[in-house]
């Protein structure tokens, strides 16, 4: 079945089905489905199926998101969609996509619309937003899991593949668990978060909501990457998704400071999770939860609720009543805060993070429940605080100490109930914990989401450089079959694969004998993506190779379309002076055989 990124993607390029249709089926599944609560608003069907239609006249080997629809959390700008934070009366219509969404659509990706959240992203639980509550789709008496509830909805049942939420505390995690989906937060910085409205703007990142850990990376690939309108934004390459490691260590909290709220099914359901991992060849190291735990605390006690405060104070002077009760009685408490209670809890943070490091020093990754339990709708509205206080018991310290997380489904309880782990590593881990996620997902042989969807076979990884080799990336002459090819092979190098950048390139067609093309970096979503090998060298033949280039070529690193950078050919900008802008071939060998 054609319901995964991977599956939608193969088939789109095969031809056995088009962008258009998929981008019609997910507005009939909206239709047929008939929760109002989980989209804030849709975009126009004729104008997202124009924009599909309009697809097909590009290369969909170069778009690693081709034709794939996508909601987006109300919080982050879709240009031409309201964006509300599910507050009617802070509602605003932006000029702009969001960064994240712009590089998405770069990618191929057609935005269907605006998913509902808890009121400015301040909740876990789904159920404080005027538009009403998403059904949970696995069991209808749960929440639906928040502040990210109608993109987690929308990715389950099947209405789109692919969803992005934030997550600040928990947010692009604990809806994943409620939905037995995938939830990938990512490393502060790594996604831009330009264009998207704040709940503590220190700690926020765009979150990925996706069937499979393969899906939500691929999406992370396409969106991540420094961004010059974000300060946060930090410049740290995603890399390669790895292979499941030999020796993989994962830290488990010490006997007794695990806290359930006395459920023993989600007890047993993560005694069971362990047990597969260490089946998976997985060793268990304790570690010392209590640091984390103390994090936690600093982030709704602390002076961090002050950046909710700033968000909508003021709204909250001038329309109160506007603001849902339990978000207004959050945010006020920021107000009361101090400089000196901000220093306080800064210096005690920077502690806690020196513990936290440590606890790293032995052991590859956390593995701990999403949440300790479940509640369901009923009990949360009876209990608004202190069970929403409960679901992040595991999550809330996560962006303060900077971690990367990924949330994996791990059960489905006997109460059929969704169980789910998480692994948490220091920032810059994104692509290893994906890496070991993958497997531990496919492993428990899950359906996908709510709609019953078996697990496609997990895809191979792309071939990587062994040893002493480096990859190199060639867009020229140095191509397969192409006239300096044999230059590689005299030096042993070995094809990895083919691929293509990033869309952030233009391509030059160079004075230059033999003819070479000239690659240059331009800003991020604003060129083309285009076609390029990657061979393996040796080190010492990579010395020769790279010794041995002339001006105006040079070797610098290149961003592919999936976020890894590789060094590769590149042009220096002054030779590009009166050469030919061959950017719309997406490709020397392209171009070359148009011209003949």
Known sequence: MTETVAAI??????????????????YQRIREHNDPAIFISLRDEADALAEAEALTAKNASLLPLYGIPVAVKDNIDVAGLPTTAACPA??????????AVARLRAAGAIMIGKTNLDQFATGLVGVRSPYGIPNNPIRGD????????????????????????????????VPAMLNNIVGLKPSLGLVSTAGMVPACRTLDCVSVFALTVDDATAALAAMAGPDGADPFSRNRPLGQVASFPANLK???????QLIFFGDKAAEAAYAAALQRWTALGATLVGFDLEPFYETARLLYEGPWVAERYLVIRNLLASSPDAIHPITREIAAGGARLTAADTFAALYRLQTLRRIAERAFA?????????????Y????VLANPIELNSRLGTYTNFVNLLDLCGLALP?????????????LLAPAGQDAQLAGIGRVFHADTKLTLGSRCVPQPPLAALPVSASGDEIAIAVVGAHLSGMVLNSELKALG?????????????????????????????????????????????????????????????????????????????????????GARDISAFNGWRAFVAAAG
């Open 90 to 99: 802070f509602s605003y219509l932006p000029a702009h996509d969001a960064t």
């Open 376 to 379: 369901s709708t009923a009990q």
């Open 493 to 577: 190098g070995r094809l990895l694969e083919a691929t293509a950048t990033a869309p952030d390139y233009k391509l030059y067609a160079l004075d230059t004998t033999p003819p070479k093309p000239g690659l240059l970096r331009v800003a991020a979503g604003t060129g083309s993506s285009i076609a390029l090998e990657v061979w393996a060298l040796s080190a010492a033949a990579f010395g020769r190779f790279v010794a041995a280039i002339p001006s105006p070529m040079a070797i610098g690193t290149i961003v592919l379309a999936d976020g890894r950078g590789v060094k590769g050919f590149i042009v220096e900008p002054a030779a590009i002076d």
């Open 142 to 173: 749960l929440i639906p899991g928040g502040s990210s509830s109608g993109s987690a909805v929308a990715v389950s049942t099947g209405l789109v593949p692919l969803a992005l939420g934030t997550d600040t505390a928990g947010s692009g995690r």
């Open 362 to 374: 032995n052991i590859d990754a956390l593995v701990l429940p999403t949440t300790p339990t479940v």
């Open 250 to 256: 994962l830290g488990v909290p010490r006997d007794g």
């Open 9 to 26: 993607l193969a088939a789109h390029r095969a031809g056995t089905l088009s962008p258009a249709e998929t981008v019609a089926r997910s």
């Open 410 to 422: 791990a059960s489905i309880r006997s109460d059929d109930i969704p169980f789910g782990i998480t």
